[in-house]
C-alpha cells in the first residue's frame, strides 16, 4: 500500500501486517480509576466578618492496580441571614482494584486519578446587614 503525505516526494510502503487495530487484541476498553470531589459552599450574610469556609477532602487508594472504578461526590451548602456562618465539610474516597490489571500484561499501569473542585463564596450583603438597615432607617425583620 503507498500513502502520499500532503504532496511530499516521497512514498512511504506500509505491508498488512503494520496494521493491526488495537481491539483485535481482544479486551474491552477501560480506564484507570478516578476519584471527583466537588464541593459548593455559599454565605450571603450581612456580617463584615468572613464567613468560616472548610473543605477537607480525604482520598485513599489500595496496593492493588485499579482499573474502571470511579467515585463521585457533590455537596453544597448555603447560608442566608444576618449573622455570620461557619461551614465545615468533610468528604473521603476510596478505590482500590483487584490486582489484575487488563492491561498489565502489556506493561501499561496508570495511576488513580483523584479531582477536587471546592468553591467557596463569601458575599456580604447589605440588605442582610441590621446596622446597615438601621442606618437607612428601615424596619428590622428578626
Not at 471527583?36 to 473543605?55: E, K, R, Y
Not at 492491561?103 to 479531582?115: F, V
Request: hydrophobic content about 35%; overall charge negative; some cysteine.
Amino acid at each position: 500500500m503507498k500513502i502520499l503525505f500532503a504532496g511530499s516526494p516521497f512514498w512511504i510502503i506500509f505491508t498488512p501486517s503494520l496494521f493491526v487495530p488495537v481491539t483485535s487484541i481482544g479486551m474491552p476498553a477501560q480506564a484507570a480509576c478516578v476519584m471527583t470531589d466537588v464541593s459548593l459552599q455559599v454565605a450571603i450574610h450581612g456580617s463584615h466578618t468572613p464567613a468560616n469556609q472548610s473543605n477537607q477532602v480525604f482520598m485513599g487508594t489500595g496496593n492493588q492496580p485499579c482499573w474502571g472504578n470511579t467515585t463521585t461526590n457533590t455537596s453544597s451548602q448555603l447560608y442566608v441571614g444576618s449573622g455570620n456562618t461557619t461551614q465545615q465539610r468533610t468528604s473521603s474516597h476510596f478505590v482500590d482494584g483487584n490486582g489484575a490489571s487488563p492491561l498489565a500484561p502489556y506493561g501499561i499501569q496508570s495511576p488513580t486519578i483523584g479531582t477536587q473542585i471546592s468553591v467557596p463564596i463569601d458575599i456580604y450583603s447589605p440588605a442582610h446587614d441590621p446596622n446597615f438597615l438601621e442606618s437607612l432607617g428601615l424596619p428590622i425583620n428578626p
